[in-house]
């Protein structure tokens, strides 16, 4: 990973709220500049055939439109539904099909439009360069038209008749080879229900959201809970860890929960991540403790604000 990278996610790791919205913003449009100056040309260079985005990197279908390749998307996060139909994913409301719910949806795509506005100002500047004439209020003006894969399993998604033909769920791309092994305490482990936590490699710098699982688990005994922290935190700047905890800077996940009986996990995740009815119907099935993070919806400031953890 390029050195530039590596310190905006060191930054954005111990930003929340308003400040880390406007961090992202600024390194989306700032990289969506270099992309627009250098990926026409390497791309002609490289006599590319077609080409494979993000769509997290808004507006840069502009290129591939221009050069007239070939492209499809990929959304490696949670998708994004701009349709209004269902919440984006961004938000933790319910899904309903009332017309308030709709109305309510509809808002928070027109917020977080306006929230991203320094990005498409960036697109439309290329667009106007190379001469192509954008919709700019349609937020999938520049996606493919070909295919748009979502790594969400349908059955983990929300039940709509409104999503495109061109969504396909695919479900994760990887089947844990290639990733790499980490140095796990597998001694330590006790045999106890485990619960496990990480906050990824973006937002894994703010002790405020371990020391809130730390102290969801600690007062209930009889449960092993693994902390994966990444290289941002000290382990020490977190509060009422169990006596048991193991924190670790890396982990992999699949190995860990190969290790361990289906009926002895619990898990940590943002209620955002758990979209579906089906989702929820599947989860209440199995005796495991299901560890959620609240979020606080703020639809013209911060899509996402961490409130509290509870278990149940």
């Known amino acids: 990973m390029p050195l530039g990278l590596v310190r905006?996610?060191?930054q954005l790791s111990k930003l929340q709220g308003q400040a880390a919205l406007e961090f992202t913003i600024r390194a989306v449009a700032s990289g969506l500049e270099t992309f627009f100056k250098n990926l026409p040309q390497t791309l002609l260079e490289a006599r590319v055939d077609a080409l494979v985005l993000d769509q997290v990197d808004t507006g840069l279908g502009l290129v591939p439109m221009h050069l007239g390749i070939p492209y499809v998307h990929v959304s490696n996060a949670l998708h994004l539904d701009y349709s209004g139909n269902t919440p984006l994913c961004t938000f933790d409301w319910p899904h309903e099909t009332t017309p308030e719910a709709l109305a309510r949806n509809q808002a928070g795509v027109r917020g977080l439009m306006q929230v991203i506005e320094p990005v498409t100002s960036v697109a439309d500047a290329y667009a106007a360069q190379v001469r192509l004439n954008i919709d700019?209020?349609?937020p999938l003006a520049t996606m493919s038209e070909l295919a748009w894969l979502t790594q969400t399993p349908k059955e983990f998604d929300f039940e709509s008749p409104h999503w495109p033909s061109r969504l396909h769920h695919t479900g994760p791309f990887h089947d844990g080879l290639g990733?790499?092994?980490?140095?796990?305490p597998w001694?330590?482990?006790t045999g106890e229900p485990l619960v496990y936590?990480?906050?990824?490699t973006l937002q894994n710098g703010l002790e405020s959201v371990f020391s809130a699982?730390?102290?969801a688990v600690e007062p209930r005994p009889g449960m092993h809970l693994v902390l994966s922290i990444g290289d941002s935190l000290d382990s020490k700047q977190i509060s009422s860890l169990p006596a048991n905890c193991i924190v670790v800077t890396s982990s992999n996940p699949l190995s860990l929960f190969r290790h361990w009986p289906a009926t002895k996990r619990c898990f940590a995740a943002p209620r955002s991540l758990i979209r579906s009815r089906r989702c929820h119907n599947l989860l209440a099935e199995f005796p495991v403790l299901i560890s959620l993070v609240s979020v606080t919806p703020q639809p013209s400031r911060s899509p996402i604000s961490y409130r509290?953890?509870?278990?149940?």
């Not at 990733?179 to 796990?184: A, C, M, P, Q, V």
């Not at 509290?308 to 149940?312: A, C, G, K, Q």
Request: proline share 0%; aromatic share 8%.
């Open 197 to 200: 936590a990480s906050m990824g």
């Open 8 to 10: 905006q996610a060191e």
């Open 179 to 184: 990733r790499i092994e980490s140095d796990f």
């Open 187 to 189: 001694d330590r482990l």
């Open 136 to 138: 700019w209020t349609d």
């Open 308 to 312: 509290s953890l509870s278990l149940s």
């Open 213 to 215: 699982i730390a102290q």
